[in-house]
Protein backbone atom coordinates (compact mmCIF):
# COMPACT_ATOMS: atom_id res chain seq x y z
CA UNK A 1 0.00 0.00 0.00
CA UNK A 2 1.53 3.20 -0.99
CA UNK A 3 1.63 6.12 1.63
CA UNK A 4 -1.61 8.08 -0.12
CA UNK A 5 -3.52 4.60 -0.14
CA UNK A 6 -2.48 4.57 3.72
CA UNK A 7 -3.53 7.54 4.77
CA UNK A 8 -7.06 7.72 3.10
CA UNK A 9 -7.41 4.15 4.86
CA UNK A 10 -6.84 6.15 7.98
CA UNK A 11 -9.22 8.60 7.42
CA UNK A 12 -11.91 6.35 6.18
CA UNK A 13 -11.56 4.82 9.50
CA UNK A 14 -11.79 7.63 11.74
CA UNK A 15 -15.26 9.10 9.71
CA UNK A 16 -16.60 5.54 10.82
CA UNK A 17 -15.69 6.54 14.41
CA UNK A 18 -17.07 10.08 13.98
CA UNK A 19 -20.31 8.64 12.05
CA UNK A 20 -20.59 4.98 14.53
CA UNK A 21 -19.15 5.03 17.67
CA UNK A 22 -20.67 5.95 21.01
CA UNK A 23 -17.61 8.13 21.46
CA UNK A 24 -18.11 10.13 18.54
CA UNK A 25 -17.14 13.68 18.81
CA UNK A 26 -20.11 14.61 16.57
CA UNK A 27 -23.40 15.24 18.72
CA UNK A 28 -25.96 12.02 18.05
CA UNK A 29 -28.41 14.35 16.66
CA UNK A 30 -25.89 15.21 13.65
CA UNK A 31 -24.60 11.69 13.14
CA UNK A 32 -27.66 10.71 10.41
CA UNK A 33 -26.12 13.49 8.34
CA UNK A 34 -22.34 12.94 8.89
CA UNK A 35 -20.93 12.00 5.48
CA UNK A 36 -17.32 12.22 6.89
CA UNK A 37 -14.58 15.26 7.17
CA UNK A 38 -13.37 17.56 4.97
CA UNK A 39 -9.45 17.04 3.90
CA UNK A 40 -6.59 18.25 2.34
CA UNK A 41 -5.31 15.62 -0.17
CA UNK A 42 -2.39 13.87 0.86
CA UNK A 43 0.89 15.54 0.15
CA UNK A 44 4.03 13.89 0.75
CA UNK A 45 5.79 17.66 0.80
CA UNK A 46 3.97 17.79 4.73
CA UNK A 47 5.73 14.65 6.04
CA UNK A 48 8.91 14.87 7.60
CA UNK A 49 11.20 12.33 9.16
CA UNK A 50 13.06 14.36 12.08
CA UNK A 51 15.20 14.44 15.16
CA UNK A 52 13.40 15.72 18.18
CA UNK A 53 16.26 18.66 19.87
CA UNK A 54 15.46 17.60 23.63
CA UNK A 55 15.30 20.24 26.19
CA UNK A 56 17.87 19.40 29.14
CA UNK A 57 14.84 20.56 31.34
CA UNK A 58 11.18 19.47 30.43
CA UNK A 59 9.90 22.62 31.73
CA UNK A 60 5.87 22.81 32.69
CA UNK A 61 3.37 24.77 31.36
CA UNK A 62 0.28 25.72 32.07
CA UNK A 63 -1.87 25.70 28.84
CA UNK A 64 -5.29 27.31 28.72
CA UNK A 65 -8.56 25.12 27.55
CA UNK A 66 -11.81 25.81 25.53
CA UNK A 67 -13.58 25.72 28.45
CA UNK A 68 -11.92 28.29 30.29
CA UNK A 69 -9.84 26.04 32.25
CA UNK A 70 -5.70 24.98 32.02
CA UNK A 71 -3.85 21.51 31.43
CA UNK A 72 -0.08 21.44 32.57
CA UNK A 73 2.29 20.02 29.76
CA UNK A 74 6.22 19.33 29.63
CA UNK A 75 7.69 20.93 27.41
CA UNK A 76 9.65 17.77 26.10
CA UNK A 77 11.58 19.43 22.87
CA UNK A 78 11.69 20.70 19.25
CA UNK A 79 11.32 19.82 15.46
CA UNK A 80 13.19 22.33 12.94
CA UNK A 81 11.50 21.61 9.37
CA UNK A 82 12.01 23.37 6.13
CA UNK A 83 8.76 24.14 4.07
CA UNK A 84 8.88 26.17 1.13
CA UNK A 85 12.40 27.87 1.52
CA UNK A 86 11.63 28.50 5.02
CA UNK A 87 12.47 26.81 8.37
CA UNK A 88 10.40 26.64 11.02
CA UNK A 89 9.92 24.99 14.48
CA UNK A 90 7.85 23.50 16.61
CA UNK A 91 7.46 22.44 20.34
CA UNK A 92 6.23 18.56 21.29
CA UNK A 93 5.40 18.29 24.96
CA UNK A 94 4.22 15.87 27.13
CA UNK A 95 1.00 15.19 29.53
CA UNK A 96 3.94 13.24 31.75
CA UNK A 97 7.14 12.53 31.84
CA UNK A 98 6.92 8.69 32.04
CA UNK A 99 5.09 8.62 28.30
CA UNK A 100 6.34 7.96 25.02
CA UNK A 101 3.48 9.69 22.82
CA UNK A 102 4.48 13.35 21.71
CA UNK A 103 1.83 16.29 21.19
CA UNK A 104 2.17 19.01 19.07
CA UNK A 105 -0.40 21.32 18.72
CA UNK A 106 0.36 24.03 15.86
CA UNK A 107 -1.35 26.97 14.67
CA UNK A 108 -0.93 28.05 11.36
CA UNK A 109 -2.51 31.10 8.51
CA UNK A 110 -4.98 28.46 7.35
CA UNK A 111 -6.90 28.64 10.77
CA UNK A 112 -9.96 30.15 10.67
CA UNK A 113 -9.84 30.04 6.70
CA UNK A 114 -9.86 26.48 6.06
CA UNK A 115 -8.86 24.79 9.10
CA UNK A 116 -10.25 24.81 12.73
CA UNK A 117 -9.90 28.45 14.29
CA UNK A 118 -7.84 27.42 17.92
CA UNK A 119 -5.76 25.08 15.45
CA UNK A 120 -5.00 21.86 15.02
CA UNK A 121 -2.50 18.62 16.80
CA UNK A 122 -0.41 15.95 15.60
CA UNK A 123 0.27 13.02 18.19
CA UNK A 124 3.71 11.42 17.47
CA UNK A 125 3.81 7.90 18.73
CA UNK A 126 7.04 6.07 20.05
CA UNK A 127 6.28 3.34 17.37
CA UNK A 128 7.08 5.92 14.71
CA UNK A 129 10.21 6.35 16.59
CA UNK A 130 13.35 4.99 14.09
CA UNK A 131 16.70 5.50 15.61
CA UNK A 132 16.16 8.76 17.00
CA UNK A 133 13.72 10.20 14.22
CA UNK A 134 10.31 10.55 14.04
CA UNK A 135 7.48 11.44 12.06
CA UNK A 136 6.07 14.76 11.87
CA UNK A 137 2.97 14.10 9.31
CA UNK A 138 0.89 16.97 8.60
CA UNK A 139 -1.60 15.01 6.62
CA UNK A 140 -2.51 13.49 9.97
CA UNK A 141 -3.05 17.00 11.50
CA UNK A 142 -6.38 16.73 13.05
CA UNK A 143 -8.91 19.32 14.86
CA UNK A 144 -9.66 18.54 18.19
CA UNK A 145 -12.85 17.11 19.67
CA UNK A 146 -14.03 20.35 21.18
CA UNK A 147 -14.46 21.72 17.26
CA UNK A 148 -17.27 19.36 16.83
CA UNK A 149 -18.97 20.00 20.13
CA UNK A 150 -19.13 21.77 22.97
CA UNK A 151 -18.84 18.84 25.13
CA UNK A 152 -15.39 18.54 24.84
CA UNK A 153 -12.47 20.42 26.53
CA UNK A 154 -9.13 20.94 24.39
CA UNK A 155 -5.55 22.84 25.43
CA UNK A 156 -5.25 25.65 23.13
CA UNK A 157 -2.09 25.97 21.15
CA UNK A 158 0.68 28.09 22.97
CA UNK A 159 2.06 30.90 21.12
CA UNK A 160 5.75 29.24 20.36
CA UNK A 161 3.85 26.85 18.09
CA UNK A 162 2.18 29.28 15.96
CA UNK A 163 3.36 28.99 12.18
CA UNK A 164 4.05 31.99 9.75
CA UNK A 165 2.84 29.55 6.98
CA UNK A 166 -0.06 27.90 5.39
CA UNK A 167 -0.40 23.92 6.62
CA UNK A 168 -2.50 22.85 3.83
CA UNK A 169 -2.80 19.31 4.78
CA UNK A 170 -4.90 16.76 6.83
CA UNK A 171 -8.21 17.61 8.29
CA UNK A 172 -10.19 21.15 6.96
CA UNK A 173 -12.93 22.09 8.99
CA UNK A 174 -16.36 24.14 7.97
CA UNK A 175 -18.21 25.76 10.77
CA UNK A 176 -21.61 25.44 10.16
CA UNK A 177 -22.90 27.32 13.35
Partial sequence: MDYTERIERERAEKDEYFAEHPRSPI????????????Y????????????LREFDDHDTIHVETTQDGEQTYHRWGEFEFD????????TA?????????????????????????AGRYLDLDSDFENEGVWLLDFNRAYSPFCAYS???????????NHLDTRIEAGERYENTD
Fill in 93 to 117: YRRDPGEKQLWVPFRDETNGDTTYP
Fill in 83 to 90: LDGDTHTL
Fill in 27 to 38: PMGEREDFDGLD
Fill in 150 to 160: DAYECPLVPFE
Fill in 40 to 51: YDPDPTYRFELE
